[in-house]
C-alpha cells in the first residue's frame, strides 16, 4: 500500500471533554473502495466522517487524505466532497448562485460550463434560477450533490444522504455513486439505511461506542438482509 | 515546596504585613488613617495585573498544546484575577470618600480598572453559562487572548478620554522608609496569597475534572 | 483560489443573499431610529446640552443595533449547516473569517448611513463640511466593532444563550473603541482641532488592525470542533 491511499487515519481520536467519541482508531481505505460505515446512534459514525472530512480535529493521531494531513495542509481537503443530510446550501439564493459561490470559493476553473453540466446531471436546469428555498426537499438535495460534486473530489463523504430523498433523486444518487467508484473514486457512506447500500459498497465498517469493531470486504452483490445480519451484534437496537 | 510550608510561610508574612500596617507604620500626614488602605489597594491591584498575565499564557499554551493543566491555570487565574480586582474596586472608593468626598469618579484610572474588570468577569461569563463543557477551555482561551491585549488599549483610550480628570495619587510617590518597607511587605503577601490560592483552585479544578472522567466511564460501563 | 479571492466569494455571496432578503439591514436601521428616539424621551434633548450627549446617544444606537446584526451574520451559516461548507473548502479559514468580517463591515457602515439623516434632523444639526470627518469616523469604528464582533458572533454561533452571550463578550471588549467614536465625533461637531482628534484617529486604527489581525490567527480555534 502506497502512502498516499485517498482515507487513512492513524490513531485518530476524538474526546469531548470527559466523553470519549471516538477511541484512538487506525484505519486505510485505498482507492476506489466504497466503505459503509454502520453502528448504533451514538457510537461515533459522525465523528469519524467529520474527522475525515476536517471539520473536526483529532484530539490524537491524524488523518490523511491522498497522503496530506489534513491539520498540516488545510489545502488536501479540496479533494474532500461532503453529501450529509444537511443540505449545506443558502436558501435565499438561487440554485445556478449556490454552485456559483461554491466553485468561487474552490477557486474552479471553466465556471459555468461545469455549473451548467451538474444542473443538467442533477436534472435541475429547468430551475435554476429560483430560490433554493422553494425546492422540494428531494430537490435540495439533488443540488446539494451537484454542490459536493461540482470540484469533482476523489473521496466523498456520505452522513444518511437518503434522508428525505424521493426515489428519483435516490436513484439519482445510486447512480452517480457507481459511476463515481468506476471512474477511481472512493467513498465512506454512513446510513442507518442498509437496504439503501444495497450493492453500493465492497467494504463493512461497524462502530461500537468509539471502536472500530468489525472492518471486513464484502461482495458487491451483498443484500441487505445479509448486511444487516452481519452488523446485527454491534447494534444495541435493530438496524 | 510542600504546601503546609507554603502556608505557614504564607501565614507568616501575613502576620507581618498585618503587624507593620496596624502597629509599626506611622500615620500618614495629610489623609490620617485611611491612606492605611493604600496597603491592601495597591498589591491587589498588582495581583489582578498578574492574574489577567496569566490568564494569557495559560490561554496561549492551551492552544498551543491542548494540555488541560494550561485550561486550569487560566480559568482559575481569571477567578483570581477578578477577585483581586474587586478588592481594588471596593477599597478605591472607601479610601477616596474621605479623601475626594465621593465615593466614585469617573476617574481615568477607576474606569480602566473597571473595564478591565468587566471584561475578565466576560470571560468568566464564557466559561460558566456560554460554552457548552467541551469548548468551554478553547473558546475561554480565545477571550483570554483577546482580553489581555485589549488591557493596554483600555488604559490608554481611557487616558485620552479624560487626561484632565486624572486625580489618582501617581504610582511614584516618594514614601517614608518605613512606608516602602510595609510596601514591599504586603506585595509579598499578597503575591503570595496569589501563588496559594492558585494552587489550591487548579488543585480543586484537576480534581473536578477527574471526577468528571470517572462518572463518565462509570456511566460508559453501565 | 487565494485567500482574498474565498474571502471576497463570502462576501460576495453574503452580499447577495441580503440585497435579496433586506432582514439585516432595514430592521437595524429602523431599530437605530427607536433607540434615538427613546433617548430623546431620556434627557430632554434640546439646547446646549445636545452637542454633548449627542455623540454619546448616536454611537450607543450604533453599538446596540450592531449587536443585533452581528448576531445574524451567522444565522444563514447555521441554517442547513452551510457553515460546514465553508470550512470544507480549502485552504486557511482566515478567508473565512475575513470574508464575514468584511460583510459586516459593510453592513454597519450602510446602516450608520442611513440613520445618519435621523441624527442630523432630531438633533438639529445643519449638514455641513462636519459628515466628511465624520464618514472617516464611522469607517474606523465601524471596523473596530466588525473585528471583534464577527469573531465573537462565531464563537457565540455554537454556544448555549448565544443572544445574550454576545453582548456579554462585545460590550466590555468594545469599550475602548467606543469611547474613542464617541470622544472624536464629539471633536468633529465642535469643530474641534486636528491635533486633538489624531490620537483618536490612531487608537480607532491600532484597535481595529491589532483586533482583525489576531481574530484572523484566532478564528481556526474558534470555530473548529
Known sequence: ?239 | MRSTSFSYLLFATMLIALGAIFLWVPTEQEMGIIQRIFYFHVPSAICAFIAFFLVFVGSVQYLRTREDKWDRLALCAAELGVVFGLIVLISGPLWAKPVWGVYWRWEPRLTSMLITFTIYAAYLMVRDYGAHSTQAPRLGAVFGILAFVNVPLVYYSVDLWAADQQLHPPRNVELAPAMLYTKWICYAAFFLLLLRLLAQRMELARIETAVARLRQKLSDEV | MSFLGRALAILRKDLQAEWRTKERLSPMVFFVLLVLLVFNFSFELGGAALREIGPGVLWSAYVFASLLGLGRSFADERENDALDALLLAPGDRGAVYLGKMLGNLIFLLAIELLSLPFFILFFNLSPGFFLVPLLGIFLLGSACLASVGTLFAAMSNNMRLRELLLPLLLLPMILPALISCIEATALILANGRFEKLLPHLQMLGVYAVVFTVLSLMLFEYAIEE
Open chain 1, 1 to 239: 500500500m502506497g502512502g498516499d491511499d485517498p482515507i487513512v487515519l492513524e490513531g485518530a481520536a476524538k474526546h469531548f471533554g470527559a466523553q470519549t467519541a471516538l477511541h484512538p482508531t487506525d484505519l486505510v481505505i485505498t482507492r476506489g473502495q466504497a466503505a459503509l460505515l454502520a453502528g448504533a446512534n451514538g457510537a461515533g459514525k459522525s465523528t469519524l466522517l467529520r474527522l475525515v472530512a476536517g471539520l473536526c480535529r483529532p484530539s490524537q493521531g491524524g488523518v490523511r487524505i491522498g497522503g496530506r494531513d489534513l491539520q498540516r495542509t488545510p489545502e488536501a481537503r479540496a479533494a474532500i466532497g461532503l453529501l450529509s443530510h444537511q443540505t449545506l446550501l443558502y436558501d435565499e439564493l438561487t440554485a445556478r448562485e449556490n454552485l456559483h459561490f461554491f466553485a468561487r470559493l474552490y477557486g474552479l476553473d471553466n465556471i459555468l460550463e461545469r455549473i451548467d453540466a451538474a444542473l443538467v446531471e442533477v436534472g435541475l436546469s429547468q430551475r435554476q434560477d429560483h430560490r433554493v428555498g422553494v425546492f422540494s426537499r428531494g430537490m435540495k438535495q439533488r443540488l446539494a450533490l451537484a454542490r459536493a460534486t461540482l470540484h469533482r473530489p476523489s473521496v466523498l463523504l456520505l452522513d444518511e444522504p437518503f434522508t428525505g430523498l424521493d426515489t428519483g433523486a435516490s436513484t439519482a444518487l445510486h447512480r452517480l455513486l457507481r459511476e463515481f467508484r468506476t471512474t477511481g473514486g472512493t467513498y465512506l457512506l454512513v446510513t442507518h439505511r442498509l437496504d439503501e447500500a444495497e450493492g453500493l459498497v465492497d467494504r463493512l465498517l461497524v462502530l461500537e461506542r468509539g471502536r472500530l469493531q468489525l472492518d471486513e470486504s464484502l461482495q458487491d452483490d451483498l443484500d441487505a438482509d445479509a448486511l444487516r445480519a452481519r452488523c446485527a451484534p454491534y447494534l444495541d437496537v435493530a438496524p
